[in-house]
């Protein structure tokens, strides 16, 4: 048997739990994606470059952070990652949220997601991953999962504090 839930359901599975202590505005910077390759038990990174054309705000986006929601403005994204969704929190410092949206997509065919991880540091700024989808097409046509890993950092707004 199959399960699944909507976004709505699984803000509602997660209401009762304590919300991450983080809120407020922030100014993030993505770092450079990763492929992640795995062989047997051996895991590596490739970085993957755009060259010169890429526009160099691509990687940066706003955060703001409520009790309840996450809303990512980054008009820019090569990722489709924009928009407002669920705290999920993980600790009292840290949350998940998730981002969905319609292609074209910079790592896949058709539609685009993400999962995004923020943890709080001692000086009140933000260190973040995002895992977004990705597929990579074979020589033969076909496609396969690509692990992909985007780092970043974010710094509280002056006026947010």
């Known amino acids: ?27 993030c910077t993505a770092d450079a994606p ?16 755009f060259g010169d054309g890429f526009p160099k705000d691509a990687w940066q986006f706003d955060l703001s952070v409520d009790a309840e929601n996450a809303k990512i403005n980054w008009p ?17 410092q840290s949350f998940f949220t998730f981002s969905l949206s319609g292609g074209p997509c910079l790592f896949t065919e058709g539609n685009c997601g993400a999962m995004i991880d923020f943890v709080e540091q001692p ?7 995002i895992r977004p989808s990705a597929i990579t097409r ?7 999962p690509l692990p992909i890993l985007i780092n970043g950092s974010c710094s509280k707004e002056a006026d947010a504090e």
């Open 34 to 49: 990763y492929a992640v390759n795995v062989d047997g038990d051996k895991v590596s990174g490739s970085k993957i470059e």
């Open 76 to 92: 820019n994204s090569p990722i489709q990652v924009s928009g407002e969704g669920p705290i999920i929190p993980t600790s009292e």
């Open 1 to 27: 048997m199959r399960f699944s839930i909507g976004c709505a359901a699984a803000a509602l599975l997660i209401s009762g739990q304590a919300q991450a202590a983080i809120k407020g505005g922030y100014d």
């Open 138 to 144: 074979l020589p033969d046509d076909r496609r396969e």
């Open 123 to 129: 000086d009140g700024g933000l260190l973040f991953s």
